[in-house]
């Protein structure tokens, strides 16, 4: 996607001024951050202003995240026309604005793709679960952010965490499917979620007394299972994976819990349910309209892309086993599951 009758260098030119300003921002925030802790100030005051300057330096570092993928974005584009004129003896590339608009529903499910080798992503590179080789999850570590999970906290639509970065830089990008399977860092991050736990709990106890009951009728200790449905996290307007991912999108693919269950007998006449799972979580990022910020922040994504902002689908799996113990009666017995989601 590129503009018609742009010029590369003005392109390049705005590029570098963003460059400057994801500078000036980092520069900023590493000044106010030194001379904070290094000015002898106790007190109500200088916590309560730490504790300000804590979410503002967090705002600072995604501002400048997007400034730097609107800049890789500008030079791409840049490039490609450059490119372009030189095969094309000089001919501009198609294109324009590109008007941002909600992924439309697909009449089938898209198919998923096969999974991907442990340590590789999949075009076969080594794993990078936050697109910057993990310095997203070192940084959010290393500052110990205030967690987006923590309902006490009031979090605008400009707090943010490192899935939340990754997940934006994609769509400011433009770029593919994004295909995440088995990582510890994205399975650690989605089994941290308390709703998708709590909702996983009950899936998983549903499949244990199953289990259970396929054997006292038929004595099969062994089983399977699969199951495809909607499954939601919270709701927001901040730079949050989990409020970009909210809900899962049943047009390419849903929510898909399958795997394989084994029932033990135990000696007190209860039953030993092993849970192995196969977890995925498939949506499409895109703007929600619901929001007037996502509209500014989707015009504004737009602008500064040159129309390369697009929709794209994402796929997150991850795997465990978790046990549970069942009573004669198919009941779970409170407080006996052990692995996640217990």
Request: include cysteine; charge should be negative; proline fraction near 6%.
């Amino acid at each position: 996607m590129t503009l018609i009758g742009m010029d590369p260098e003005q392109v390049r030119e705005l590029a570098g001024a963003l460059n400057r300003s994801s500078g000036a921002l980092r520069e900023i925030r590493q000044q106010v951050g030194g001379e904070l802790a290094s000015a002898g100030w106790d007190g109500v005051d200088a916590a309560q202003f730490r504790e300000q300057w804590t979410r503002c330096s967090a705002d600072l570092m995604a501002a400048a995240d997007g400034l730097d993928a609107a800049q890789k974005v500008l030079l791409k584009q840049a490039d490609e026309q450059v490119q372009a004129s030189e095969v094309g003896g000089g001919a501009m590339g198609a294109g324009g604005f590109v008007t941002m608009t909600s992924a439309k529903p697909e009449p089938n499910p898209t198919p998923l793709p096969p999974p991907t080798p442990p340590g590789e992503d999949a075009k076969g590179d080594r794993r990078d679960p936050d697109r910057r080789d993990g310095r997203r999850v070192r940084n959010d570590n290393w500052r110990d952010r205030a967690d987006p999970r923590d309902s006490t906290t009031d979090y605008g639509h400009l707090s943010n965490d490192w899935a939340g970065r990754a997940i934006l830089e994609r769509y400011l990008a433009g770029e593919d499917d994004w295909v995440i399977d088995n990582d510890p860092t994205w399975t650690q991050y989605m089994q941290s979620n308390p709703s998708l736990t709590q909702e996983m709990e009950e899936y998983n106890n549903n499949q244990a007394t199953t289990a259970v009951q396929q054997y006292l009728q038929s004595g099969q200790r062994d089983g399977t299972f699969a199951t495809q449905t909607s499954v939601e996290m919270e709701n927001g307007e901040g730079i949050v994976g989990y409020q970009y991912l909210h809900g899962t999108n049943s047009t390419v693919g849903g929510f898909q819990h399958n795997g394989t269950t084994s029932v033990k007998p135990l000696p007190d006449g209860t039953y030993e349910v092993t849970v192995n799972s196969n977890y995925q979580w498939n949506d499409v990022i895109d703007p929600n309209d619901q929001y007037s910020t996502d509209r500014r922040k989707s015009q504004f994504a737009e602008f500064i892309t040159l129309g390369q902002a697009d929709p794209y689908n994402i796929h997150i799996g991850w795997r465990g086993s978790s046990t549970v113990i069942v009573d004669a009666q198919g009941n779970v017995v409170s407080g006996s599951g052990k692995g996640w989601p217990y």
